[in-house]
């Protein structure tokens, strides 16, 4: 899986890119600090997904990527522990699943792989 990493916070940014860098499938395109410096990594090499923070910047760059990349699998990184209306407000603005921070790198990691492989998977469950 080819991904594309958006976040403001720099170490976010590296931390994510090494943890990822370590699997065999795989391989960080690119990282960002905007989407306007993602479209420009996505114009070079079009990813399999995008692992974005959610922040005020983005929320707008959903639809932007959006537009020109729709098969892309946007996926937000939230720095809140997610409730039972999470889901719906992140299909809301665009976005095809979600990550909590908080979780570990492992199960980040195997839930990554599960929504960006799978069209039916939110949080890495399975939606009816």
């Known amino acids: 899986m080819k991904l594309l990493i958006i976040d403001s ?6 931390s994510l890119e090494i943890m990822l860098a370590k699997e065999r499938d795989i391989t960080v395109l690119g990282l960002a600090d905007d989407v306007i410096k993602a479209l420009d990594i996505c114009h070079s090499n079009e990813p399999t997904g995008i692992l974005m923070a959610i922040c005020t910047n983005n929320i707008n760059g959903i639809k932007l990527i959006k537009a020109y990349y729709p098969n892309v699998k946007i996926i937000l ?50 939606e009816k």
């Open 9 to 14: 916070d720099p170490l976010t940014l590296k």
């Open 77 to 126: 990184l939230v720095n809140f522990a997610a409730n039972a209306h999470t889901g719906e407000q992140v299909l809301r603005l665009g976005a095809d699943g979600y990550l909590e921070k908080t979780d570990d790198i492992h199960l980040i990691i195997e839930k990554l792989r599960k929504m960006i492989l799978d069209s039916n998977v939110l949080n890495g469950k399975i």
